[in-house]
């Protein structure tokens, strides 16, 4: 389900919808990507915060020969990388973006974030039919499950909405 305020058409004093973007190194999490560009192509003023989080490294074998700070380099580094690679769509586009950078628990960065950065809306993935998830993490269901304030909308691989909360 989309936000109340996202439905409306662009006017004059019609805000921008600041829209919440994980970025991670899958395509599926361009689709949010999509769906800014979307937006913004029926007219609506569109922010987008891309966000990429970083999970601590917690494994003994990696700890092991390399320090904290040094995986936090390189997490910063790559997350810096993913959002320039994900934002160069909306820059051909004109659509302005803040790259933001975290470490901690996915599910609860990416809501802290929405709230903490005043954002319309969370835009993930659809999630993973029922066999994917037994082979990887599905966090679109984790955000969906533990919403609160924002609104998450979720959508397909061309960026249309299709369910959420």
């Known amino acids: 389900m989309t936000d109340k305020a996202t439905d409306a058409p662009a006017g004059p004093g019609t805000t921008a919808m600041r829209l919440l973007i994980p970025i991670d190194a899958t395509e599926r999490s361009r689709w949010g990507v999509r769906y800014a560009l979307r937006q913004h192509q029926v007219g609506k003023p569109v922010q987008a915060c891309l966000l990429f989080v970083a999970e601590p490294a917690t494994s003994l074998e990696l700890l092991r020969f390399r320090t904290h700070d040094e995986i936090a380099r390189f997490q910063a580094e ?20 803040e790259a933001v950078l975290r470490e901690g628990e996915v599910a609860f960065q990416i809501l802290d974030a929405a709230e903490q950065l005043g954002c319309s809306s969370v835009v993930l993935p659809q999630p993973q039919p029922r066999l994917a998830r037994l082979l990887c993490r599905d966090v ?3 955000v969906l499950s533990q919403a609160r304030g924002v609104p998450v909308v979720t959508v397909d691989a061309e960026g249309i909405p299709v369910g959420g909360r």
């Open 78 to 97: 790559s997350g810096q990388y993913l959002i320039e690679d994900a934002a160069d769509p909306l820059l051909r586009a004109g659509i302005p973006y």
């Open 140 to 142: 679109a269901n984790e």
